[in-house]
């Protein structure tokens, strides 16, 4: 599994990709974000009635795909494209993927087999404790991946063109390529 500030990252990054913001859309922000992380409300089930669901549908296609039409259709009058909500939404399952610790549903209910990527190119978010040196390790590790790549996204798309990106775009990404290598040699 990802990190929840991988989540929130991925979410935002969604939400300033957008070439034409308006004041009238901010509050899209908390929405892009809370699909970004909606999958993992699975865990509140587990935590709090302790209810463990087998297979994780919500880390399906089909349900981020639902979730996000949900939200098209609940602020349809902004129109904003569906685009918009199912990339922040199925950001999750590609960062979940990417960590290739965890099989993923991702074809439930259409078929009950578990997808795992063969190479685990994000560090997993390790056990949710503060004193686990580990989980900051990871953390650190996963937010050096993610957000110089999320930046490049963003504003290659505000900027349009390769050429037109700042030059700090470009210097980020040795940092994420340092941090996927430091990630990719951690033992799994």
Same mark, same amino acid.
Not at 23 to 27: A, C, G, H, I, L
Not at 164 to 177: E, F, G, N, R
Not at 179 to 188: A, H, Q
């Given at each position: &599994?990802?990190?929840?500030?991988? !989540?929130?990252? #991925?979410?935002?990054?969604?939400?300033?990709?957008?070439?034409?913001?308006h004041?009238? #859309?901010?509050?899209l922000?908390?929405?892009?974000?809370?699909?970004?992380?909606? $999958?993992?409300?699975? @865990?509140?089930?587990?935590?709090?009635?302790?209810?463990?669901?087998?297979?994780?549908?919500? !880390?399906?296609?089909?349900?981020?795909?639902?979730?996000?039409?949900?939200?098209?259709?609940?602020?349809?009058?902004?129109?904003?494209?569906?685009?918009?909500?199912?990339?922040?939404?199925?950001?999750?399952?590609?960062?979940?993927?990417?960590?290739?610790v965890?099989p993923? +549903?991702?074809?439930?209910?259409?078929?009950?087999?578990?997808?795992?990527?063969?190479?685990?190119?994000? +560090?997993?978010?390790?056990?949710?404790?503060?004193?686990?040196? @580990?989980?900051w390790?990871?953390?650190? &590790?996963?937010?050096?991946?993610?957000? $110089?790549?999320?930046?490049?996204?963003?504003?290659?798309?505000?900027?349009?063109?390769?050429r037109?990106?700042?030059?700090?775009?470009?210097?980020?990404? $040795?940092?994420? &390529?340092l941090?996927?290598?430091?990630?990719?040699?951690? $033992?799994?």
């Open positions: &599994m990802s990190s929840f500030l991988g !989540h929130i990252a #991925s979410g935002a990054a969604v939400y300033l990709a957008k070439k034409h913001q004041k009238k #859309s901010r509050w922000l908390p929405v892009l974000v809370l699909l970004a992380i909606f $999958p993992d409300l699975d @865990y509140l089930a587990f935590w709090v009635f302790d209810i463990n669901f087998q297979p994780r549908f919500s !880390h399906s296609l089909w349900f981020c795909l639902g979730i996000s039409g949900i939200a098209w259709l609940a602020t349809w009058r902004f129109r904003i494209p569906f685009t918009v909500f199912a990339i922040a939404s199925c950001s999750h399952l590609l960062l979940d993927f990417l960590v290739g965890h993923l +549903p991702l074809l439930w209910p259409f078929s009950h087999r578990e997808i795992l990527s063969p190479l685990g190119l994000l +560090p997993s978010a390790g056990r949710l404790r503060l004193d686990n040196y @580990y989980f390790r990871n953390l650190f &590790m996963e937010s050096g991946i993610l957000l $110089p790549i999320l930046n490049f996204w963003v504003l290659l798309s505000q900027n349009g063109s390769f037109t990106l700042p030059k700090q775009a470009w210097a980020l990404l $040795p940092i994420a &390529m941090c996927l290598f430091w990630s990719i040699s951690l $033992p799994r």
